[in-house]
């Protein structure tokens, strides 16, 4: 009987690890994903300037800031 209540015991404290953890690791997954979008900053390859990504003019696979920046370089 007492061994039965151990191992119902270990069964119990490895469940309530995993309902522990899981979420934990849903809130990382979406923090990162917020995260990611705001924070992806690229440097202008003409003035060095760090811009956001949708605001920069993708041009023969370097970014700028400005299209007066694409005709400089
Ligand atoms: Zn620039």
Same mark, same amino acid.
């Given at each position: 009987?007492?061994?039965?209540?151990?191992?119902?015991?270990? =069964?119990? +404290?490895?469940?309530? =690890? +995993?309902?522990?953890?899981?979420?934990?690791? *849903?809130?990382?997954?979406?923090?990162?994903?917020?995260? =990611?979008?705001?924070?992806?900053? &690229?440097?202008?390859?003409?003035?060095? =300037?760090?811009?956001?990504?949708?605001?920069?003019?993708?041009?023969?696979? *370097?970014?700028?800031?400005?299209?007066?920046? &694409?005709? *400089?370089?």
């Amino acid at each position: 009987m007492l061994k039965y209540l151990l191992v119902v015991g270990v =069964i119990v +404290f490895v469940y309530f =690890i +995993f309902i522990k953890k899981k979420p934990e690791v *849903r809130k990382k997954e979406t923090q990162t994903k917020e995260e =990611i979008p705001s924070s992806e900053m &690229v440097e202008c390859a003409e003035c060095g =300037i760090y811009c956001e990504l949708e605001d920069t003019i993708l041009s023969k696979n *370097r970014y700028y800031c400005s299209k007066e920046c &694409v005709k *400089r370089s």
